[in-house]
């Protein structure tokens, strides 16, 4: 939360309003904080990428394999911006 709340004024704002005793350190409340900000930066990503020129993309998958043999999927979303600047962004690990 301390992270969050040096990137961005309005959480702090918000943090100052909240009980002393509310930590938010719960993993099931955690969860829902990665998740939102989570929703706010692909929000962010898809307005970059509808202001392009052209609005084409293109989805980048790679697979690896962990320590333990779990298969990681990562999925990137490369495209040109109004810049003419090329983008890629990570949209998750899975």
Not at 33 to 55: P, Q, Y
Request: net charge negative; proline share 3%; charged share 30%.
């Amino acid at each position: 939360m301390e992270f969050s709340f040096k990137k961005d004024e309005k959480i702090l704002q918000i943090s100052h309003s909240t009980p002393n005793n509310a930590k938010y350190s719960s993993p099931e409340i955690q969860n829902d904080v990665i998740e939102a900000i989570a929703s706010v930066v692909r929000k962010s990503i898809l307005a970059k990428l509808h202001s392009s020129d052209t609005g084409l993309f293109t989805l980048k998958c790679d697979e690896t394999r962990d320590k333990s043999g779990v298969e990681l999927l990562s999925v990137v979303l490369r495209f040109v911006d109004k810049d003419v600047v090329p983008q890629e962004k990570l949209l998750g690990l899975y």
